[in-house]
């Protein structure tokens, strides 16, 4: 850039009279690089458009730029600046420790750091046609409006990679909505959104890790704190708990590993998949789910598939540990205990379950309930010490075999401090015995 553009430039910032700011961008030749250093007060670029530039605004004090700016085919970096509205398309914008209310990107690269997003009646952020969003050590906070679900981060067809940030107490809408997008949350916390914390949707992918997703949702409405649907998610080292109404992670048509994670204190049920979902929970606890007076089991698959290991499930509020309907269920090296209802329920379903301990549940039911049409195999595994009820004409029996359409292979399985270690309730139940122990017996074999 030549001496006298300079310092042209620079005489229009220091006069600062009527639209200088416009000027000063116009004068800037195309794809030059050029700091501008803004002295304290406002400015205002309503409806303004920054076109083919490489420009830096840089607040020298406390900066305000108002109204709406436009950016196309530039690449721009605000640093220390407050702003209303920054829509880009085709460009790449960096917002350095800035507070703004509302920022768009079509086709576009946003990068947001120490920042602040908050306040608008709308979404927050939005990013789509193939953009990239990537949010750093920020806030992005009360946006929205009562009444109306205005998710205060929107991904579409995009990218996002949000870390150590925080989203939260949005108006009423989503935390974090995706659409056949990608995004990735480390490190960070989502809360007390009066909507979903997060949803995806359409083919997304979701990867959460060291992070907690808590309080969000409303009381009474069935919100559940991750919903996914048709899309891929993974929630390695994590926590979802304390929702405030409804279920902790919600799958449909989808697949949802759990590594590593505590889902607990919900009020709805702590995991539900359906739909031809599959699920895998390892290294995991889910605890502590439910609502008084209400039957929610911690964890509930219909129509899917459940792979629990190395994994505790316990201490429902007032519901059954783990409950399939229709449905592949397998259990390996895990504890299933302290429920008020059944341990483990299924009906029309097959459960595999080996090297596992399955013990203080049911009060006036079994700690494992076997319905219609199921199959069931157990091994190595251990059935004892079933609650006790306060119905005289209710029996807590360790495994209860429903029908005689049920197939049950049971080996090395040891039963005790149960009304009965096994029950088979109609005439004629194939059930394959190996090696195992009733220390409190068999009935209707």
């Not at 190395?310 to 390996?332: E, R």
């Not at 609650?387 to 040891?414: H, M, R, T, W």
Request: proline letters at 1%; glycine letters at 12%.
């Amino acid at each position: 850039m030549h001496h006298d553009k300079e310092e042209e430039i620079y005489s229009l910032l220091l006069r600062q009279e009527g639209d200088y700011f416009k000027e000063v961008i116009e004068k800037t030749p195309d794809k030059k690089v050029l700091i501008l250093p803004l002295k304290p007060g406002t400015y205002n670029l309503d409806g303004y458009t920054i076109k083919n530039k490489k420009l830096a605004f840089k607040g020298l004090g406390e900066v305000n730029i108002i109204g709406s700016i436009n950016i196309e085919g530039s690449e721009i970096i605000f640093e220390n600046i407050q702003f209303e509205k920054v829509s880009a398309k085709g460009s790449e914008v960096v917002f350095n420790n800035c507070k703004g209310k509302e920022i768009q990107g079509k086709a576009s690269q946003i990068m947001i750091n120490g920042s602040e997003i908050h306040g608008n009646e709308e979404n927050g952020i939005v990013v789509e046609e193939n953009s990239t969003l990537k949010i750093n050590d920020s806030k992005v906070y009360e946006n929205g409006k009562e009444g109306q679900n205005y998710p205060q981060i929107w991904v579409e067809n995009s990218k996002a990679d949000i870390s150590t940030s925080l989203v939260y107490d949005s108006k009423g809408g989503t935390g974090i909505y995706g659409k056949a997008s990608q995004i990735t949350i480390n490190g960070s916390e989502i809360h007390g959104n009066g909507g979903r914390g997060i949803e995806v949707v359409e083919n997304s992918t979701l990867e959460i890790k060291d992070s907690k997703v808590y309080e969000n949702g409303k009381e009474g409405q069935n919100y559940p704190q991750i919903w996914v649907e048709n899309s891929k998610a993974e929630i390695v080292n994590s926590l979802v708990y304390d929702s405030k109404g409804g279920t902790g992670i919600y799958g449909t048509a989808s697949q949802i590993m759990i590594n590593g994670s505590e889902i607990h204190g919900n009020e709805g049920r702590g995991i539900k998949v359906v739909e031809n979902s599959t699920l895998k929970i390892k290294d995991s606890r889910v605890y502590e789910n439910g609502t008084k007076g209400q039957s929610y089991s911690q964890i509930y698959i219909e129509n899917s598939e459940a792979d629990i290991s190395t994994s505790l499930v316990y201490n429902s509020i007032d519901g059954t540990g783990i409950y399939g309907i229709a449905s592949q269920i397998t259990i390996t090296n895990s504890e299933v205990y302290g429920h008020y209802s059944n341990g483990i329920y299924i009906s029309d379903s097959t459960l595999v379950m080996e090297g596992s301990q399955v013990y203080k549940n049911g009060y006036d039911v079994s700690q494992i309930d076997i319905y219609g049409k199921s199959e069931v195999k157990i091994k190595n595994s251990m059935i004892y010490e079933a609650k006790k009820g306060g119905d005289p004409f209710c029996s807590q029996y360790g495994i209860y075999i429903s029908n005689s359409a049920s197939k049950v292979e049971l080996e090395n399985v040891k039963t005790w401090g149960n009304d009965s270690g096994l029950k088979c309730n109609q005439y004629g139940t194939s059930v394959l015995i190996k090696n195992c122990e009733f220390k409190d017996g068999t009935t209707g074999l």
